[in-house]
Structure formats: structure tokens, C-alpha cells
């Protein structure tokens, strides 16, 4: 299995902070990489496929990164509604696993 | 708009088999990239993959459970079934299916949206 591990596991932050998420892959997986939004109680939203690419409607604060074994998911300044959990995905191989989470808070 | 939604039991005993139906609409199943996924998260833990199918019947599931999973679609009802046998307490999660798109002609896909999700309780 493909392992995924995000760091950190959580992280507390300010409105209007910039904030980056890492994903690691325990093998390479090219750009097979999604991210994903959590809000409490709600079903995961996509936000970035492929590592780069922005869904449709995300706003444009969100960016990812990366390729390989290693990603990031950068909020280039936190809105209230980005308080969330953020989990990333990979799409190569099976099983396709998601990382453990990572908790934004306010701070 | 493609929207699905799952549906089934909230409580399972232990031993039981569970039934899952989700039920989608705005896309086919036939379409070619298309597939349906199952995944769950329980409670206050991390999102779990389960499987998949695909437009040609193709499937896909999670080695740790392909034993006790099958997943089925029914295109002309679009609805797609996931059964799981043998429900034990840690079983106990919501369960979410999702809308499995890709990018034509290359190996990328992902998965959007997701139904509401539903909350099975493995319990005697």
C-alpha cells in the first residue's frame, strides 16, 4: 500500500495567515494527488486534482504543489470558512489512501 | 448538477451484512471515465477507500476488505450497491459514495462530488 502522511496534524492559525499543508507519499506517485476540504459534519470537498489544479469554484487562494513523493496545499490568506480538516488522496494505485488530516483551527 | 445520495440501514448487528444503495443523478454510468466509489470515515478518524466500479463493470477494492465487499451497479436505475458481510463494531463509520471522474486518455481521476454521506452503527 501506498502510505500518505501529512504534516502537521494540526495546525492553529489567524484570518488572513498564509498556511501550508504537506502530503507525503511513501513511493512516487507522479501528480496523482487530490486535496480535499472537511468542514465538521459535511462530506469532503474537492479542491485541488492532479497535484495542481483547481476545481471549479475553489477559490483562488487555494493552491497545491508538487510531484513525486512530495506536495503541499498552501491557503494564501485564511477566511473564516477555511477552518476546517484537509486531507489529501492519492489516485495511482490501490488502495487509494488518504492521509491521517490535517485539523486547521482558529487561533 | 450530478448529485448522489446513500442510502440503508443505521444500525447493523454484529455479523450481519450491510447494504448500501447510492443513488445519483446528472451523469450515466455508461459514460466512458465514469465510476462510482465507496469510501468511510469513522467517527473523529481519517477517510478509508472501499471501492469502486467502473462504466465497463470494471471494480476495484480495498485489499484489507475485498473479502467481504462487493459492489454492483444497476445503470438503467443509476444506482450502485455495496455490500459488506460480517459487520463488526469498528465497522461502525459514515459512509460516503462519490462521483469518480478522469482526465480522457490519460491515468488521472478523482473524486467529485460526494453524496451527504450516511451513518451506520454496528451495535447488538
Known amino acids: 500500500d501506498i502510505q500518505m502522511t501529512q504534516s502537521p496534524s494540526s495546525l492553529s492559525a489567524s484570518v488572513g495567515d498564509r498556511v501550508t499543508i504537506t502530503c507525503r507519499a511513501s513511493?512516487?506517485?507522479?501528480?496523482?494527488l487530490n486535496w480535499f476540504q472537511q468542514r465538521p459534519g459535511e462530506a469532503p470537498k474537492l479542491l485541488i486534482y492532479?497535484?495542481?489544479s483547481l476545481q471549479s469554484g475553489v477559490p483562488s487562494r487555494f493552491s497545491g504543489s508538487g510531484s513525486g513523493t512530495d506536495f503541499t496545499l498552501t491557503i494564501s490568506s485564511l477566511q473564516p470558512e477555511d477552518f476546517a480538516t484537509y486531507y489529501c488522496?492519492?489516485?495511482?494505485?490501490?488502495?487509494?489512501?488518504f492521509g491521517q488530516g490535517t485539523k486547521l483551527e482558529i487561533k | 448538477q450530478i448529485t448522489l445520495k446513500e442510502s440503508g440501514p443505521t444500525l447493523v448487528k454484529p455479523t450481519q451484512t450491510l447494504t448500501l444503495t447510492c443513488t445519483f443523478s446528472g451523469f450515466s454510468l455508461s459514460t466512458t471515465g465514469v465510476g462510482v466509489g465507496w469510501i468511510r470515515q469513522p467517527p473523529g478518524k481519517a477517510l478509508e477507500w472501499l471501492a469502486l466500479?467502473?462504466?465497463?463493470?470494471?471494480?476495484s477494492y480495498s485489499p484489507s476488505l475485498e473479502s467481504r465487499l462487493t459492489i454492483t451497479k444497476d445503470t438503467s436505475k443509476n444506482q450502485v450497491v455495496l455490500t459488506m458481510t460480517n459487520m463488526d463494531p469498528v465497522d461502525t463509520a459514515t459512509y460516503y459514495c462519490?462521483?469518480?471522474?478522469?482526465?480522457?486518455?490519460?491515468?488521472?481521476?478523482?473524486?467529485?462530488?460526494w453524496g451527504q454521506g450516511t451513518l451506520v452503527t454496528v451495535s447488538s
Open positions: 462519490a462521483h469518480r471522474i478522469g482526465r480522457i486518455g490519460t491515468t488521472f481521476w478523482w473524486f467529485d462530488p
Open positions: 492532479t497535484a495542481s
Open positions: 488522496q492519492q489516485s495511482y494505485g490501490t488502495p487509494y489512501t
Open positions: 466500479i467502473y462504466w465497463d463493470d470494471d471494480r
Open positions: 513511493q512516487s506517485i507522479s501528480s496523482h
